[in-house]
């Protein structure tokens, strides 16, 4: 069971930090709920993730192959994609990486507070008036605008320094954030005349790393190198130049410049299209598997149907297991009578809809099946009948959506495990 930490702020209580409260003083008392982790007894549900720790080492070492020397800075936004920030960080911080990256102050903060103590990089834009947490927790932000530049400067100023270093986005085709390259002439004016930020870095992020075609690099990559001039010539020394997602790592050392920023393939998960898997000499270990037990065994008669809607009718006798897993624990709804899942190493597929809490397997060929067997929905698994892996991207491609998706979709509901070999 979860144990449930409740925090109330009373709008009555003195407020210390005027500067921090965006809510409006008649708005109702804001209650955060915030479920602590599960501990492993305290779990009574046999549906868990397990995080293979080693696996992130070794698709760390996996990249260096490719980066030689160029530093890696791991992407951990989403909770390190589902498999816990902190231990993630951990894991990685002890492995020797660079930095991270993450996508929310939040989220910085938070491994802060694990101890981390690397460089970390907030990608994603922030919201209000940051700098006073940006610098008590030592987190470098991404300026994307001349109107960021400035509020943060001032914030700066008004500390009264030191420097705030920051980086600066580019836009080279992604259209989301990042400069667009008309107004990078108004952005270096705002920047020289902000004497306490120091731009230590300029990137940007590739929109079509993972796609199809080839010359998908040339034209971010020229553009890239335009912004490079245009800084260089205005005087600043960016020291760190960087562009490259996991699939550009892999596909491109034109984008590897000063350091590389990887996500996906870090957690063992190869980013590029399906039609080319193209780690070359590399092999990357998915770093999650997801898995429960079977809860009920039933033998079904022609003519019966299996779960809401009754969406599969059984022709002939059949035998269903049930599984206490379902699309609020992230196992999409659009597996239903699509996905599978591995049971005594055997693959057996889903049958009928996936409900919120369950799913329903077909497990008719499967000899000796039995309560309690263990049944992965995601990962490998070796058993008595063979071995095989069902990996993020085939889930992807039964449920019409990305590997990155499938990860960050595992919910909190699910308690995470951290196995070391
Ligand atoms: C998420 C993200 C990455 C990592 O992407 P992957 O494809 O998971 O390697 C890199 N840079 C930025 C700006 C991102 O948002």
Known sequence: MLRWLSVTNHPSAPQSDPASEHGDLTDPPLRVHQPRRALPTDV???????????????????????TKEVPIWGVLKADAYGHGSKAAARTLERAGIDGLCVALVEEGIELREAGIELPILVMGGYYRDAHRELQAHRLIPVLSDAGQAEALGRAACLAGGPPTPCHVKVDTGMSRLGVRSERWGDMLRTLRAEALLEVDGLMSHLANADMDEDPVFDEP????????????????????????????????????????????ALYGVDPGPPSRQDTGPLRLRAALTVSSRIVSLRHILPGDAVGYGGSFRAREARQIATIPIGYADGLSRALSNRGHALVRGKRVPIVGHVSMDMTTLDVTELPGVAMMDDVVLLGRQTGPLGSDEITAREIAEHTGTIPWEVLTNISRRVPRFYREP
Do not use: C, I, M, Y
Request: aromatic share 8%; glycine share 4%.
């Open 44 to 66: 009574v549900r046999p549906t868990r993730a397990e995080v293979h720790l080693d696996a992130l080492r070794w698709n760390l070492a996996q990249l260096r192959k490719v």
């Open 221 to 264: 990559l020229r553009l890239f190198q335009q912004a490079r001039e245009q800084f260089l010539g205005a005087g600043f020394r960016p020291r760190r130049l960087h562009l490259a997602n996991s699939a550009a790592v892999l596909r491109e050392p034109r984008t590897h410049f000063d350091l590389v920023r990887p996500g996906l």
